[in-house]
């Protein structure tokens, strides 16, 4: 516990920890001292605004009450008792709406913006400027999903401010001087980050609007459902914002613990794939004339049907994604009720990590964070990336062992990598052991799902610090949960079923994984259940539509290993998953609840039975270590670097990828470029520049693309997005075209 | 005319400059250095203390207690810097580029003698950008300080400024130096504490640091003996304006505002009378010729009512219009303010704007009580300094000359007629225009 201070703030004395700023301290005694520059997520105070005034005994001047903290008996006066400070605070709202245009009818922030509300509270009734108000082009596209309106802009700095010192991308910048300052992205590029729609939420006034929610809805008639953000397994808090029935916008809803109120472009853009043109809402199934729309009914029956013929010789492939209560009841229908025990996932997954257990938030604390695996965090799990800079902006040394790395790792060298660093001979492995705040984390396939990392935390001894920690950033947002569910659905071993009768394809992830698309070849019969035509047109015999995960009930572990509810923010165009499982099964003599609510506390009486569904719902809490369980050793090796001549590809999964990402036209200039990532040495060897059109060549089989020379990559290593590679196999060559 | 001592620029006369290093060290050169050398950090900073030496930026704040604040390197084991504020921008003033091209060796003298005194090893010089000239005479300097082995293992880089009055002020001045946008900073923290790459920093005036030399020289106890009290020592007055012999003039403080105008400065050309004189640069309050017999000190100047900043003495004589000077001062604090806070970046437009009006004859009344109230709520509110200078100014000019801000309201139209010394030589109103830049394409 930390000295206390004690304080006045108006007629109300608190004590509040040494060091809490004047802000913070007013809070602790229930007032407000208002703000808009101010945002502690964003660093230190800037003082800009000048909005939180305030009167200090002892000092003549109006101080920023944001840039400082309680001294002893310190005795501080808000607009409340102070006339001096509300004079001040009057008279800053009177400069800021100075060039603020009134337009609130037509704003899209109105009726929940803070200057409005500031305003009606501490601002002049009227305006007594009488001068012709600042007036620029508007609104300027700063990118294709937000618009800027300088009119607006109050200049609080908050979106430079999070784009320089949180996202670290260096993009929004103020450009030109005193009343002529404006907010612009530099040299006028696009504002492309993973990150950029966090600035339209930290705005204060109307100024960066997202051009998807740009006029679609009044604060007044919208709902906001709290929900979790299914993009990645961070499992970002969220709220969707609902107009009739329709999800209008994504916000952020700070869970301190997993994301700080943070969002990336992902979680933030990608619902208008609700409303996608190939989206299906009615069964479909292959006749002799190709895909045919059937009824709900029928397509139970024609379900029912393959099922019974396939027996137990079904193999289902999970997306990873889809809720804890999905996998479980469908481990009810397929394994209880037709004994069809196997099922894969697009990674391997391990609960060995529970004993190294952390909280995301844990990660800032660092003095040590170590990066293993072959893609970058941001790829895989974007809000990491912002808890790992901030470690480093706190002085924690950050080690990331990639192809693209501060240490040089050859593709699917981790695993090895692990054994070195539990052997604890080099300088890393030493000081990863003499750390007591030190974050492993795996960021890239093989790994045996973070198998291989708990074996190194636990030969460090992790599970004795408690500020230490280890995480698996998987592909899939809920491996983990899908997994658990579909093994306490049934107690019996996995079966490698030949032939298979019929695959079951679970989910939109599944069904245009290629691995997946290689293992319906080998089965007789294939049934998708995906929300769009596209994935499953081609080679499915039923069609199945499906929900998303806005349009679901039901739970969620991410990483971290904390299980999260997602709430139905609308109604699904087709029925609920569970809903239509629950009748199938009951054809086989099997009981599954029709809803959430039912599966969950049957999977929670099996999994963790001290929550309920209620404590998911606001801010899930961490659950508390486990007793490290060695995990299985690996059975086969992560495919190491062939020794051969040519370069090895590397295809990676871009974070704007995907079937819900390629159907939000806005998120096109944030999916990646027709590019190949070529390391220096690499390019020079070959007379590649940088921007050339190369050809990238294997057996055979070529693409033209883009070279982008790399200085970061490793020699001997070629990246490009799986989009854009085709059929390329591994070891590629790459020539000038 | 009585003679004055030179301290500051001792070792020259009449306007000329010691730039040879050998010249320089045979007239008793670098005998300050060496004897600040010899003495502990902890001693140098007792002859300041005890030579009285202000702040000579316009701060005024005592040399000796702004070195002690800088921790010792083993109570904050980070590197400590001295930066010197050579970004003179304050309109009037024009003492720093005439020190630092007639006794740059002095002024550097002074730097070493600061760095030992912080236990510094790196100093930093922000050059205002447009001193060419200066900046090619400190570089030639130093250059022949290296060659003749003085530095002392102390690193000094000059670092060109890219023409931004703001970069002045101090926390400005550092983030420019970082390379980021020249804004100010919020104290605490301070620059003794985490100035410069956050670590603990001494940020003092070119004149101040050139004194520093002399106060090593004579004692700090004999420097203290000049000037009067409060203001020990000399200063060097940039007298400008409606004056017969405009320059810098190097006196001890509590000469009068009569001696300094009419005695050395050859009072006012052309037999007009004394108007107005702004005694210290353009952000300090104007005085008027009822107070011409004002000491030219620290105390004497509070207690008129102005201050005396950076020393920079503008005379104004009887043709000029006061609404015209209130709008020449605006405008250059609009254009100069760094847009970060709010009441300085808003204010100081709207406060042009009004004046504008009251200057076209299309003021009403209230739009005087307004021009005071816009003004009042800027003091005291801004960031820094800036949004403050130019409401004090233009309070200052409206308070002394309020028949005349009077009469334009009253008349509809300006009483100089067109006849103000000023007219014509305001800032064109599109000064201020917007350079429009291409907008974002995607």
């Known amino acids: 516990m930390s000295e206390l201070v004690h304080v006045t703030v108006d007629d109300r004395e608190v004590e509040v920890p040494k060091g809490t700023g004047l802000v913070e301290a007013a809070q602790t005694a229930g007032i407000e001292i208002p703000v808009f520059c101010y945002e502690p997520r964003l660093g230190p105070p800037v003082g800009a605004c000048r909005m939180c005034l305030v009167e200090i005994e002892g000092i003549p001047k109006l101080q920023a009450a944001c840039t400082l903290t309680v001294a002893p008996d310190m005795v501080i006066k808000t607009s409340a008792t102070s006339a001096k400070a509300a004079e001040g605070q009057e008279a800053t709202l009177e400069f800021i709406l100075v060039n603020h245009p009134l337009d609130c009818p037509v704003c899209d922030k109105g009726g929940e913006c803070p200057l409005q509300d500031l305003t009606f509270r501490h601002g002049p009734g009227n305006t007594r400027m009488t001068f012709q108000k600042h007036t620029v082009d508007k609104p300027i596209p700063v990118s294709p999903l937000i618009a800027l309106d300088r009119e607006r802009c109050i200049l609080c700095y908050r979106c430079t401010r999070f784009s320089e010192d949180v996202a670290e991308d260096g993009q929004l910048i103020a450009r030109n001087r005193g009343a002529h300052t404006e907010i612009a992205t530099f040299e006028d590029e696009p504002y492309r980050s993973p990150f950029s729609g966090n600035v339209v939420e930290l705005c204060p006034v109307g100024a960066l609007t997202s051009t998807l929610y740009r006029f679609d809805a009044r604060p007044w008639d919208i709902q906001n459902v709290p929900t979790v953000c299914t993009g990645c397994a961070v499992g970002c808090n969220t709220s969707a914002t609902i107009r009739e029935d329709k999800v209008k916008r994504i916000l952020s809803r700070n869970h301190p613990e997993v994301d700080q109120g943070w969002l990336c472009d992902k979680g933030r853009y990608s619902y208008p794939h609700l409303r996608a043109e190939d989206r299906i809402t009615t069964p479909l199934r292959r006749g002799r004339k190709g895909l045919t729309e059937i009824s709900w009914d029928d397509a139970l029956d024609e379900a029912e049907s393959m099922l019974r013929e396939a027996g137990s010789s079904i193999v289902t492939a999970f997306s990873g994604s889809e809720t804890t209560e999905v996998a479980y009841a469908l481990g009810r229908l397929l394994r209880t009720g037709l004994g069809a025990h196997s099922a894969v996932l697009p990674e391997a997954t391990s609960d060995a990590l529970e004993a190294f257990r952390l909280p995301l938030s844990g990660i800032a604390k660092a003095e040590l964070v170590v990066v293993i695996g072959d893609d970058p965090v941001v790829e895989r799990a974007p809000i990491v990336d912002l808890w790992i800079k901030e470690a480093r902006r706190h002085g924690a040394e950050v080690v990331v062992c990639s192809p693209t790395g501060t240490e040089k790792t050859a593709p699917g060298a981790g695993a090895e990598l692990c054994r070195e660093l539990a052997a604890g001979r080099s300088a890393l492995a030493k000081k990863l052991r003499a750390s007591e705040r030190a974050v492993l984390v795996w960021s890239g396939p093989g790994g045996g799902g973070g198998a291989r990392l708990a074996e190194l935390a636990h030969e460090l001894g992790f599970a004795e610090k408690p500020g230490c920690g280890a995480f698996h950033l998987p592909s899939a947002s809920n491996p983990r949960g899908v997994a658990l569910g579909w093994a306490v659905a049934a107690d019996a071993d996995e079966t490698n079923p030949e032939p298979i009768e019929l695959l079951f394809v679970s989910g939109d992830d599944a069904a245009s994984n290629a691995d997946v698309r290689a293992l319906a070849e080998r089965a007789n019969r294939v049934v998708v259940l995906t929300m769009f035509h596209e994935l499953a047109g081609g080679w499915a015999d039923l069609i199945l539509p499906s929900t998303a995960a806005l349009e679901r009930d039901g739970t969620s572990m991410n990483l971290e290993g904390r299980v999260q509810r997602i709430r139905r923010a609308v109604l699904p165009p087709c029925p609920d998953e569970l809903a239509w499982i629950s009748k199938l099964a009951a054809r086989f003599g099997v009981g599954v609840a029709p809803h959430a609510a039912g599966v969950f506390s049957e999977v929670a009486a099996e999994l963790y039975r001290d929550l309920t569904l209620d404590d998911l719902g606001g801010h899930a809490p961490l659950p508390a270590r486990h007793a490290y369980v060695a995990p299985a050793e690996a059975t086969t090796l992560d495919p190491a670097e062939s020794p051969s001549g040519g370069l090895k590809l590397q295809r990676y999964t871009a974070l704007f990828s995907g079937p819900a990402v390629e159907r939000v036209p806005e998120l096109g200039f944030q999916r990646p470029d027709r590019d190949v990532e070529i390391a220096a040495g690499d390019a020079a060897s070959r007379g590649i520049a940088n921007g050339d059109s190369v050809l990238v060549r294997s057996n055979g089989t070529s693409v033209e693309l883009r070279a982008r020379v790399n200085r970061k990559l490793l020699e001997g290593v070629v990246r490009v997005a799986e989009e854009h590679a085709g059929d390329l196999h591994p070891e590629v060559e790459v020539t000038k075209a | ?442």
Request: net charge negative.
């Open chain 2, 1 to 442: 005319m009585a003679e004055h001592p030179s301290i500051v620029f001792a070792g020259t006369t009449d306007g000329s400059s010691v730039l040879d290093i050998g010249e320089y060290e045979k007239a008793g050169g670098f005998t300050a250095l060496r004897k600040a050398r010899a003495l502990s950090p902890d001693e140098v900073i007792a002859e300041l203390d005890a030579s009285g030496l202000r702040g000579r930026g316009g701060a005024f704040f005592p040399t000796g207690r702004k070195w002690s604040f800088v921790p010792k390197p083993d109570q904050l084991p980070k590197p400590h810097y001295l930066v010197v504020n050579a970004d003179e921008s304050e309109p009037g003033t024009f003492k720093d580029r005439e020190i630092m091209l007639r006794v740059p060796f002095r002024f550097l003298e002074g730097c070493l003698i600061a760095a030992h005194g912080i236990e510094s090893q790196h100093v930093f010089i922000y050059i205002r950008g447009e001193y060419e000239r200066e900046f090619e005479v400190l570089r030639d300097s130093l250059e022949a300080m290296q060659k003749a082995d003085l530095l002392g293992g102390v690193t000094v880089v000059l670092h060109r400024g890219a023409g931004a009055y703001i970069c002045g002020e101090e926390t400005a001045l550092l983030e420019s130096l970082e390379g980021k946008r020249g804004q100010p900073r919020t104290k605490p923290p301070f620059p003794a504490i985490a100035g410069l790459y956050a670590a603990p920093t001494a940020v003092n005036n070119v004149e101040s640091i050139t004194t520093v030399t002399p106060v090593l020289e004579m004692g700090g106890a004999e420097y203290a003996k000049l000037g009067v009290e409060n203001s020990s020592g000399t200063r060097v007055f940039s007298l400008s304006g409606d004056v017969v012999s405009p320059g810098n003039y190097e006196l001890p403080h509590g000469i009068s505002m009569r001696e300094l105008i009419y005695d050395i400065g050859g009072g006012v050309p052309n037999g007009r009378e004394l108007k107005a004189v702004i005694p210290g640069g353009s952000s300090t309050s104007v005085l008027t010729d009822a107070d011409i017999d004002t000491k030219m000190d620290f105390t004497s100047l509070v207690e008129a009512g102005s201050s005396i900043g950076s020393a920079g003495v503008i005379v104004i004589d009887d043709r000029c219009c006061m609404v015209q000077l209130g709008i020449r001062v605006s405008q250059f604090y609009e254009h100069e303010s760094c847009g970060k806070c709010t009441p300085c970046r808003v204010g100081t437009r709207w406060v042009t704007q009004i004046l504008q009006k009251i200057e076209d004859g299309r003021a009403a009344q209230a739009d005087l009580d307004l021009l005071l109230s816009v003004c009042d709520r800027i003091m005291g509110k801004c960031l820094c300094p800036l949004g403050d200078s130019d409401a004090i100014a233009v309070l200052s000019y409206v308070d002394k000359f309020r028949d005349e801000y009077q009469a334009h309201i009253d008349l509809g139209r300006c009483p100089f007629d067109g006849e103000s010394s000023l007219d014509g030589i305001l800032a064109p109103s599109d000064m201020h225009a917007h350079h429009g830049h291409e907008t974002a394409h995607v």
